[in-house]
């Protein structure tokens, strides 16, 4: 079962930073935090991970609480094609099983014009 | 070439059919990844084959059959499939199996099943 819990569904203005909350009360410290997105009929698309310090990358930001039980994805300037649905996904850094991709349902966001 | 590629896109198929879907990828991964995600839910994870053998299989029915013939390529063979195996196909690489690796998905296979 996925380890995490997300809204169903936001919305956010296009050119404005959309900011999509991830709840994961239950993470252990070999646990990292990953986000995918799946735009409609294609394949998901990593955006980026952490494990317990803020990271940045040339897609989105992640800032993850101190005690590691909530985290926040942020798209800074949300554009149309960010419409998609948003995955956060813990996920252990050991092998095997244990670092098996676990899809919850995930947050629909619609950036509208 | 950052790019996991999947044949067919669309398939239709009959419940006595065989048939196969194709994915390849050659950015020198080693482990490959079958999900299946039925429409309006989230992927779920059917294999993994890592340095060509299978590694996990998630208690998925005999009817699907996986096949690695090289690193490169990965199979996923379907016999007597049932209308409810009606679903998108995903194929996803990493360089190695599931430890700190992000996945890197195909377009998938849409099948129907009548």
């Known amino acids: 079962d996925a380890k995490t819990t997300q809204p169903t569904s936001m919305d956010c203005a296009e050119g404005r930073a959309a900011n999509l909350p991830c709840n994961h009360s239950?993470?252990?410290?070999?646990?990292?935090v990953y986000w995918y997105r799946q735009i409609h009929s294609q394949g998901p698309q990593y955006i980026i991970h952490?494990?317990?310090n803020n990271e940045t990358n040339e897609m989105a930001s992640l800032i993850i609480t101190e005690d590691r039980k909530s985290s926040t994805l942020i798209l800074p300037h949300a554009t149309l094609r960010d419409t998609a649905v948003y995955y956060c996904?813990?996920?252990?850094?050991?092998?095997?099983?244990?670092?098996?991709?676990?899809f919850g349902k995930g947050t629909k966001l619609s950036v509208k014009p | 070439d950052t790019e996991v590629t999947q044949t067919p896109k669309h398939l239709v198929m009959g419940m006595t059919n065989k048939k196969s879907l194709k994915c390849e990828q050659h950015?020198?991964?080693?482990?490959m990844y079958w999900y299946k995600q039925k429409a309006k839910k989230p992927p779920e994870l059917m294999f993994v084959?890592?340095?060509?053998?299978?590694?996990i299989n998630e208690s998925v029915p005999s009817r699907f059959s996986p096949e690695c013939p090289n690193s490169s390529l990965l199979n996923l063979h379907l016999h007597a499939l049932q209308p409810e195996d009606s679903a998108l196909y995903l194929c996803?690489?990493?360089?190695?199996?599931?430890?700190?690796?992000?996945?890197?998905f195909g377009p998938g296979t849409r099948l129907t099943v009548l």
């Open positions: 950015m020198g991964h080693r482990a």
């Open positions: 084959y890592s340095y060509e053998k299978l590694s």
């Open positions: 239950t993470i252990s410290g070999n646990e990292y």
């Open positions: 996904i813990v996920r252990s850094y050991y092998g095997g099983s244990q670092g098996n991709l676990i």
């Open positions: 996803a690489s990493s360089p190695f199996i599931n430890f700190y690796n992000e996945q890197f």
């Open positions: 952490g494990l317990k």
